[in-house]
């Protein structure tokens, strides 16, 4: 498995602004926002890591039921900068990582595979783009093995994109779900169940 592109999509959140458990929150096909993250993550990546805080989370059973592999990470209360920390070191044969969020379930498959797509043809760094503004899915090359393996607290790997934002390749996508995170109930688009009106 040398060389392949990783998809690493960090559940490992405490969701307290939502007020209750998001990730298990249905969806309109009333799978929950987390598994839905993961299905549109999945094709566009050799492997699919999924970060969670707890291998009991009823996502696990679930997640492991697509082929997703778990990561346990016991201190993501200090931040996601250790859950990315975790899914990397996990896999350091990895060719590079296609970083996403499981809040952010409408971001389409295609959009996943604009990120894996660049760091094949050979980026150092990749992220999504649309009408202007930088989204999610990001993405690492191999290079930075070192310093996503040595992350911690909140940053996650914002730091990295900021600093050597000149190796940056943008994907220009049509996919306003790259810039759609869910924190809040009132966040979910109108059409989502159990949204408050």
Known sequence: MTGEI??????AGAARRFG???LMFPLTDG????????ANLRPACARLIVVLRSADHPLAALLDAEGAELVIAADADGGMGHSLAA?????????????ALADMPFIRSASHAAVAAALR??????ATEFQGRRGHPVGFSRQWLAPLSALAGDQGGRDILREHRQQLV??????AGVLTDIDRPGDLPSFAPGRPS
């Open 6 to 11: 990783v998809g690493i999509l960090l559940a």
């Open 20 to 22: 209750s458990d998001k």
């Open 31 to 38: 799978r929950p926002m987390a598994l839905v993250a993961a």
């Open 87 to 99: 899914a990397v070191r996990a896999t350091p044969e990895a060719a590079g990582w296609v970083v």
């Open 121 to 126: 043809a050979g980026a150092s760094l990749a």
């Open 170 to 175: 943008s994907c220009a996508v049509d996919d």
